[in-house]
């Protein structure tokens, strides 16, 4: 708990009410760069936006360790407080602002995996030019690390992500995919363009891996193992989803990916779609983002701008 002998006694009604946010990106940061990238400060006035922050409270609220800075005790036990003050103002000042597309300029922060990224950015910051020609966004991939998903959902106005990934804070479906094989177009299994059981059984697969998934199933996870394909053979394993095309290709090989990025890259690799046995397995890629922003006239009119993106998507699926 906060009290009062932990802040100055600096009058209330010298204090600036920006410290407030400056004070939050330093806390969630802990570093002045990202804190004042965040709010689009210059480093100069972030460090003095904290030397102002050490004053008030007599306490360094960051200081150097050996990777980087480390919040004190007294920063803390700010942290969930400033959260609430904020949140609190926001409520109260920030979402009474009307949006306007037409005339804002604001730049949007939106993190995506990296499937989100080849399906979604491009109609995306197409029809944000269209609507909102003076607005901009920057998109830049997920970050898998689980431990960091709070911090990200903090950070960024939207993150599109797979829905099992169970962030926290507030989320909708955007768009679904269908799973396929996909094998080296003259793979000596083959037949008809199909392969049996028996050979997924007996054929080494390429897998992505997602620590943030954490314990979670996923979608194709429960379909194997319904075939009995739990003990599949793993001969590579990937980070990237984007890579497994190119792991398998000119192997005997297989991996399941989303039937938009086999298309794309099945011809240029020489792969094929391979039919399976295995039932359909459908994968949902949903926005998250942080409760704060739940009503934020902005951050609601580029859920819909997203919503009418993925609609357009939709409707190129086969």
């Not at 009062?4 to 209330?12: A, C, D, F, G, K």
Request: aromatic residues 4%.
């Amino acid at each position: 708990m906060v009290t009062q002998e932990h802040v100055s006694r600096e009058p209330l009604r010298e204090v600036d009410a920006n410290l407030l946010f400056a004070l939050h990106a330093l806390i969630e940061e802990r570093n002045l760069t990202r804190a004042g990238e965040r709010l689009l400060m210059s480093q100069p006035a972030m460090s003095g936006a904290l030397a102002r922050l050490r004053k008030h409270f007599d306490d360094e609220l960051l200081v150097r360790a050996s990777h980087g800075f480390e919040l004190t005790a007294l920063a803390q036990r700010l942290r969930p407080a400033v959260t609430d003050a904020l949140g609190a103002a926001e409520g109260l000042l920030g979402h009474e602002r009307a949006f306007s597309p037409a005339t804002s300029a604001k730049r949007f922060a939106v993190s995506m995996s990296e499937y989100a990224m080849t399906v979604l950015a491009e109609p995306l910051t197409r029809l944000l030019t269209e609507q909102a020609p003076e607005c901009s966004v920057t998109l830049d991939p997920l970050d898998m690390d689980r431990d960091q998903l709070d911090t990200q959902l903090m950070r960024r106005d939207l993150i599109v992500a797979p829905i099992y990934f169970e962030f926290p804070g507030r989320s909708q479906p955007v768009s679904t995919d269908t799973l396929v094989c996909l094998v080296d177009r003259d793979h000596p299994r083959l037949r008809d363009g199909a392969l049996a059981l028996d050979d997924l059984h007996e054929m080494q697969h390429a897998v992505a891996e997602f620590p943030a998934a954490g314990p979670v199933r996923r979608p194709l996870e429960v379909e194997l193992e319904k075939h009995g394909l739990a003990d599949r053979s793993v001969l590579v394993r990937v980070r990237s989803l984007l890579t497994l095309p190119f792991a398998v290709a000119g192997t005997d090989m297989c991996c399941f990916v989303p039937s938009r990025l086999a298309r794309r890259c099945a011809d240029l690799l020489g792969l094929t779609i391979a039919r399976t046995p295995l039932g359909a397995v459908d994968i949902t890629e949903a926005a998250h983002w942080h409760p704060r922003r739940e009503n934020d006239p902005s951050v609601v009119w580029l859920r819909r701008l997203l919503y009418d993106v993925a609609v357009t998507v939709e409707d190129e699926r086969p």
